[in-house]
Structures are given as C-alpha cells and as structure tokens.
C-alpha cells in the first residue's frame, strides 16, 4: 500500500465506487463477515495474532481479478500467483494499520462520517443528499449502508495514520532553495541535426543484400492467423422494445412498485453542536446559546460562531435535506426523533446524543407525496419494459445456449429466436474493433473445441447487457508473405537502418572533430550542416525537441569558455549533435516566495511519501505473520 493510495481513500470511497476500483476494499467487506457456528474459520495467514481469513482472501483476488477484466486486460494474462501475492501483502498491510489505529486510539467519529456520507455528491439528487440514492449506490458495490458507513470509518482512519507521519515531514529551507535553483537552471545550447532522409538517398542496396535482409527477418513478415467468425449476438437494449406492455399490467406493476416512486418527508435541518468534554462545561454551552436564540439571537450566526460541527458550522450549522432513516445509527435516535416532531423554523431544546448536545432547527419541510399511474405514467412504463426486458433477456441468453450445442450451425437458433448471423470477416488476437476485441471471443475462437472440432460455443459475455455465441467459418494460418510481395517493405526497412547507421557515424565524426579544437562553423561546412542556437534553455521548454533537452541537461558543466559535447537521437531516426556553453543556476534570491512555499510542499509531500513508505516498512519488519499453506 502506497502513501498515494491512503491520500485517495481519505478523499472518500463513492469515487471508487462510481468507476469501479474498489478491490481489496470492497473484498475486506463483500463476504469478510461469513462465518460458521460449527467450524473455525480457515485461514490463510495471522498478523501478531489476528488471522487474515480465507474468505477474505479469496474475495479479494476475485474482486482483483474482475475489476482487471473490467479494465479490458486478457483474463489469460493476469499471473494468478502473482495477484494472489500482491493481494494477501495489502490484507496484511490493511491488518497492520488496523493494529496500529487501536494502539493509537484512532477512530473518525459517526458526526463527521455524517458529514462526509451527506456531501459525497455521488449520494446527492439535485445537490442534495438523497437517503434512497445513497442505499442505492453502496448497494451496488455490495455494501449495505453499515458495512459502507464502517469501510468509510476504517479508511478515514487510515488516513490519520498517513497525515500523522507523512504531514509532518519538511526540508529545511536552505535544501528547498538550492532544488529550486538548480530547478530553474538554463543552458545555452546549440546543435546540429543530422537528417536521415538527406541521407537515405545516398544508400544504395544491391538485390542480395535485400534477400539477405529479408532472410534475416522473416518473422517481421509473417501474416496473422485469422479466423473468419460467425456469431450470434443477444443484447439487452434490443429487447426494450419487443416486449409488449398492456394496462392491465403496466397497473399490478405500478401497485407492486408503488413505494419507489412515492416521496417521503424531507426537512432541511440545521444544528449547532457542542462536543461533550466532560462534566458540566458542554451542557452549560449549549444552554446559554439556547437561551441567546430563545431571546431573539439569530441561529445561523451563533452556529457558525459555537457549532463544533467543522463540516457544517461555516454554512451556519445547514445539513442538507434528509428524510427519516438517514439518522438512525443509534447514537443518534434522539436527534432523529426530536428534529422530525419540529414545526417549521421552530428550534428544539438542547438534545443529547452520544457525541455531545445539539440545538436542531428545521429550515425548511417537503412533504411526502404519493403519485398517481397517470402522474408518473412514462417513468413506470420505461421501468416496467426494462424489467421484462431483463427477463427475457435471461430467458433467451438460456435457450441460446441450449440451442448452440444442440445445433450444427447457427441458423436454427437464430431463426427460433429471432435472432440474425452475423459475421466478423477475418480477425485475428490483434483485432480492434467489434465483438473479437473481447479476449474471451478471441481465444474461443481460438480453442480445439471451436477451430479444429467445430463446434458452436457455449454464450460469451460481452458484459452483462451483451452475449453472442461463435462459430468459425473459415480459418487462415499464419504463413511468411513472398520476398517480391514485400520487396518495397524491405527495401524501405534496409535504406532507414542504414540511414540511422551513417548519421550516428557522421555525428561520431562531427564530435571527434569539435573535440579536436575544430571551429563549430567550419565543422558545420564540412558537413553542409547549420546549428541551430538556443539560449536559456530551460528543462521543460517547448523547444528544442525532448530528446535533445534531456542529452544537453546529462552533460557536465562546461569549464569557463568551453562547451560539453553529445549527441541525441529523435523518434524520427534523425540525429542532433549537441553543444552546452553556458549553465546558469537560477539565483535562490530571486525565487519568490510563492514559488519558494509551493516547491516546499511539494518536496515535503515526496519526502512524506518516503518516511510513510520506510514506516510500514517498519511495520512489516517488525510484525509477526504466519503464512498458511
């Protein structure tokens, strides 16, 4: 585990969830709580004592395995052994860290969790926090909203640990100031380029140096293996509108569905909290700004004077919209109960929860509604087609599999389902568009069962909304194309090799003399060459090009009235000899002070990078952990 990663995760786990890159996270939670009454639970490995479950484990690599999958590598290139390593690492890791928030008396209490749950604008409707959206979201990563409100918790603290080590990490200013001279240093620098096409047009090549050339390489023109695929293809969007819908159904759906589309009470609620601190001093705080507000003080400014709330006392203690449920976590029952018995605009006695005492005001009421089939007529039927649609499409998928291994081509299934053959023409593993993209399609193809047996193939999932099954129609094996149907290929192939050979010679030649005291204008004749100059060049500068930037920064200083000498070679194959004759360190008492407190960030965030990396480090070399074969 990275320090970058525990950066990320306290930025809030809804991230991951919305592109889809929880794996170890969501693996620790998916199944980690199964256990039995009647057996141990297996284990795989124990950390100073606290097992890393086999459940655990084999969550993990299998969330790993499909978040991979779903980042479109080849299922048959992912090292298992490899990715089990790197997953049982991070649950040890994860195990550590958990040990170390204990000791430490680490937690992230359930007020800012709140807070954080409220503001994730993946759980917001219109901007505002959303009870049923949020249900709905973590659902979907197979959370419940405990098990997600605890990960939340778990990562936030994690990210204490991180903040507390790597936050404090510094260089001292005279460090920071002498990286940012040397930073913004500037060379003057001069080259000449070396063109491979001039010199292309002095090769020349004789028809058994091309043969040999072509001998020499024959696996450079060797053709791909095609197969030529026919497939079937059921996808759930084509569906949506075979289905047919009448009244009498779309009503029983709508009556069985009838809650999703009702709206429950929401009241924007604000509070001023005071955080219990021990005897009276918390209760006597909140009853003086009760009292203030009972006497006509404005609650909105004592909220954002008093309110210990950090998330929500600079928008004067404002919560948001919720609806019931959003606040029964147990601590806080109460509150819950005290806020939604509230008139409009009306402020409650002090209430206390668990955490401290709270003032609560409601700021604004939406009352629940129930809508009628009319009102909601087009949403209730869009949502009533999708869902006979994903019926038939299971039902289908199933018959589609059952008739492709009963059928010996694929046009008795099509025809009985309405379906239509399609073909792919020749592809081959490098395929780049269409249904051959998929790996698995390709290796299908590909397999004894397909190719040489030909057999149909069992349904292939595109995603979920998309299967197709295969057959191959005709198949092309690789074979090496004929000398004089590449003869231009090689020819090309031969004159650039050679052409990169003699501007690397030239350039070798042109520095030997520059070394030898030669004047860089007369050498620059010789060749019929022309420098190119450019002053104060700095490392990230437009021009010259990268290539060249990169070789004329490598070079030493040179001496006073001296130059260094090398030489690059550019993507385009063209070489430029190049020559440094002045450096100059960007003075450390002109670097402002805005660039001076940035550049210090920065090296502080890598050099906290660092000390985080050698602390887990220390964490693992000081644990004890017991692998399980």
Do not use: C
């Not at 191959?472 to 074979?479: D, Q, R």
């Not at 960030?601 to 644990?623: N, V």
């Amino acid at each position: 585990m990275s320090m970058q990663s525990l950066r990320d995760g306290s930025t809030g786990v809804a991230s991951k969830i919305l592109v889809g890159l929880i794996i170890i996270v969501f693996a620790l939670f998916g199944m980690g709580s199964i256990t039995t009454f009647f057996a141990p639970t297996p284990k795989v490995a124990e950390v100073n004592g606290q097992d890393v479950t086999q459940v655990e484990m084999e969550s993990a690599v299998e969330r790993s395995r499909r978040i991979m999958i779903a980042q479109n590598i080849d299922p048959l290139l992912i090292d298992e052994d490899a990715l089990r390593e790197n997953v049982l690492q991070s649950l040890i890791t994860k195990e550590l860290l958990t040990q170390v928030a204990d000791q430490w008396d680490l937690t992230y209490p359930d007020l800012l969790l709140d807070g954080e749950i409220r503001s994730t604008p993946a759980f917001q409707i219109g901007g505002l926090y959303d009870p049923k959206q949020f249900s709905l979201v973590v659902g979907s990563a197979g959370f419940s909203p405990q098990t997600y409100r605890e990960e939340l918790r778990r990562e936030k603290t994690f990210a204490q640990i991180a903040n507390a080590i790597a936050g404090s990490a510094f260089l001292p200013d005279k460090i920071v100031a002498r990286i940012g001279s040397i930073s913004g240093q500037t060379r003057d620098v001069a080259y000449l380029l070396i063109e491979i096409e001039a010199l292309s047009r002095e090769v020349e090549v004789s028809d058994s140096e091309l043969r040999d050339a072509y001998q020499s390489s024959l696996q450079e023109f060797q053709t791909e293996e095609t197969v030529d695929i026919e497939y079937i293809e059921l996808r759930k969007s084509d569906l949506f509108e075979r289905v047919v819908v009448t009244e009498q159904d779309l009503t029983r759906y709508f009556e069985e569905t009838r809650e999703s589309y009702s709206k429950e009470e929401e009241r924007r609620l604000a509070h001023i909290f005071i955080e219990h601190t021990g005897g009276e001093n918390a209760r006597t705080a909140i009853d003086k700004i009760y009292h203030e507000i009972r006497d006509g003080g404005d609650f909105d400014n004592l909220a954002r004077e008093n309110s210990q709330d950090p998330l929500s006392a600079s928008n004067g203690g404002d919560l948001g919209f919720s609806a019931r449920g959003v606040f029964s976590n147990e601590s806080y029952l109460t509150f819950e109960e005290v806020a939604f018995n509230l008139e409009m605009n009306e402020v409650s006695q002090p209430v206390e929860t668990t955490f401290g005492f709270h003032l609560i005001k409601v700021l604004a009421i939406e009352p629940g509604t129930e809508p009628t089939l009319d009102e909601v007529r087009d949403s209730v039927a869009k949502s009533y087609r999708q869902y006979l649609s994903d019926d038939m499409f299971i039902t289908l998928s199933s018959e589609l599999s059952e008739l492709a291994f009963e059928s010996v081509d694929l046009k008795f299934p099509a025809s009985s389902l309405d379906l239509t053959v399609k073909s792919t023409g020749p592809v081959g593993y490098s395929a780049a568009e269409g249904i051959a993209v998929n790996p698995e399609v390709i290796e299908t193809a590909f397999s004894k069962d397909i190719l040489i047996d030909g057999n149909n193939s069992d349904v292939i999932e595109i995603n979920t909304d998309h299967h197709v099954v295969i057959r191959v129609n005709n198949y092309e094996p690789s074979e090496i194309r004929a000398y004089e149907e590449v003869i231009d290929e090689v020819r090309n192939r031969f004159v650039r090799k050679r052409a990169i050979q003699l501007a690397e010679e030239q350039a070798n030649e042109i520095l030997e003399m520059l070394e030898a005291g030669s004047l860089t204008r007369y050498v620059a004749d010789q060749f019929g060459l022309g420098w190119k100059v450019f002053a104060d060049v700095k490392r990230m500068a437009a021009d010259p090009a990268q290539e060249i930037r990169e070789e004329a920064f490598s070079l030493p200083r040179p001496l006073e009235g001296g130059k260094s000498l090398g030489y690059a070679s550019l993507e385009s194959g063209d070489v430029a000899v190049i020559s440094v004759t002045n450096v100059t360190n960007y003075p450390e008492m002109q670097v402002s002070e805005e660039e001076f407190v940035s550049l210090s960030r920065a090296l502080a965030r890598k050099q906290g990078a660092i000390d985080y990396g050698e602390f887990e480090s220390a964490l693992l070399a000081d644990a004890t952990v017991k692998h399980t074969d």
